[in-house]
């Protein structure tokens, strides 16, 4: 059984920071690339970005510069560093293989950029 566990998530100002964690059990994390993805009101879920198990990285274009995924393999965690947050990154925040599958989609965190 595998389970994803999202935290980190909150109201921050514009121009702030928040790093989300993602809490994997399970066998799959070591092998498998992961992804942040989000879904904002009213609009579809997205890649935000995904990272290999060697550590390779990409993200979308939309975030390229301000965030940044990390993952450590021993802890089995995944991270998404966020800066300079803007109100389009409002959403919830969630992490899942990458490509994603669906029994794998947990919770989520909600991110709220906002003053």
């Known amino acids: 059984q595998v389970q994803l566990v999202e935290s980190g998530g909150g109201l921050v100002q514009p121009g702030g920071s928040l790093r989300l964690s993602c809490a994997a059990s399970g066998s799959i994390f070591r092998i498998y690339p992961m992804g942040w993805y989000r879904q904002a009101p009213g609009k579809q879920r997205e890649l935000v970005a995904f990272i290999t198990s060697g550590g390779d990285t990409n993200h979308a274009d939309s975030v390229k510069g301000r965030f940044t995924i990390s993952r450590d393999n021993a802890k089995n965690t995944v991270y998404l560093q966020m800066n300079r947050l803007k109100p389009e990154d409002t959403a919830v925040y969630y992490c899942?293989?990458?490509?994603?599958?669906?029994?794998?989609w947990g919770q989520g965190t909600p991110v709220t950029v906002s003053s």
């Open positions: 899942n293989t990458y490509p994603s599958q669906f029994d794998y």
